[in-house]
């Protein structure tokens, strides 16, 4: 079967588009994508190691048509081994789903039949550079209260007085791989981060709300932007951590009749 590209750029510009935006902290990619194959390896011994967590939230999708969508998510997360994320729209029918493992990530779209595949922890269409590739691991930080990458190096800073009085810290500061971002505290918070995009647009995350969840200190409501327009709105609404995972949980089955997207 052969996708018509009014189809492709319906599937990639809905679904796709609002999943995989919801973090834009990510850089070029270092995986490569793997071959075909119907259902994920199974993970044995699948019980949930005390730093692992499960996270609900809803996101918001805001078309440049003006249109809105409102998904339903929920994240379950063994930091930097495992990942699943499922997303539902109305009436509770199935979007997407995503699995990633150390060996290889895929990704369902079940009213679409269709999915995705590939290897390493950057996620996303190399074949497309409109769309930014997330990297996974700093998406499951943002549900443990981790907002700012893993490694970087600050670079410069300096107090700044906005329109309403209020005084922050801008931050310049430079990642692990070199690429350059920016971010504001106050009071210790991270309230937005600011960086380039793979096509060279301005992206930025603004966090308003901060939570504790089970003791930690997380983003509870954060908006994506680009280019001055909000795009995407996720709101946690609740964090639990340490509890067992079922072992369908680490199970992601394809039927052999899905078409792979890229092919």
């Not at 939230?57 to 809105?68: A, E, N, R, V």
């Given at each position: ?27 070029f990619l ?14 044995q ?21 003006g ?18 994320m ?87 500061a ?31 995350i603004?966090?308003?709300e901060?939570?504790e ?13 680009r ?11 609740k ?13 992601l ?11």
């Amino acid at each position: 079967m052969t996708l018509t590209a009014a189809k492709y750029g319906a599937l990639v510009r809905g679904f796709w588009w609002g999943l995989f935006l919801l973090l834009l902290l990510s850089f070029f990619l270092t995986g490569c994508v793997g071959g075909k194959q119907s259902t994920a390896p199974v993970v044995q011994n699948a019980e949930a190691p005390a730093d692992s967590l499960k996270a609900l939230f809803s996101l918001t999708i805001y078309s440049p048509d003006g249109k809105t969508q409102d998904l339903d998510a929920v994240f379950f997360s063994v930091p930097k081994k495992r990942y699943r994320m499922e997303l539902t729209g109305s009436l509770g029918i199935g979007v997407a789903s995503l699995l990633w493992l150390e060996d290889g990530w895929q990704m369902v779209f079940p009213t679409e039949k269709m999915y995705m595949q590939g290897a390493g922890y950057m996620v996303g269409l190399l074949n497309d550079p409109s769309l930014p590739l997330v990297h996974i691991h700093q998406v499951a930080g943002f549900f443990d209260g981790k907002v700012l990458p893993e490694k970087f190096e600050v670079k410069t800073t300096r107090d700044s007085v906005g329109a309403d009085s209020v005084t922050v810290k801008i931050t310049e500061a430079r990642e692990a791989s070199g690429r350059y971002f920016t971010y504001a505290e106050k009071n210790g918070e991270v309230k937005w981060l600011e960086m380039l995009g793979r096509d060279g647009s301005t992206e930025k995350i603004n966090i308003e709300e901060y939570k504790e969840f089970k003791g930690v200190k997380t983003p509870s409501k954060i908006s994506f932007v680009r280019d001055s327009t909000t795009f995407l709105e996720l709101l946690v609404r609740k964090v639990n951590r340490g509890k067992p995972f079922g072992t369908g949980t680490w199970r992601l089955n394809i039927p052999r009749s899905y078409q792979r997207i890229g092919e």
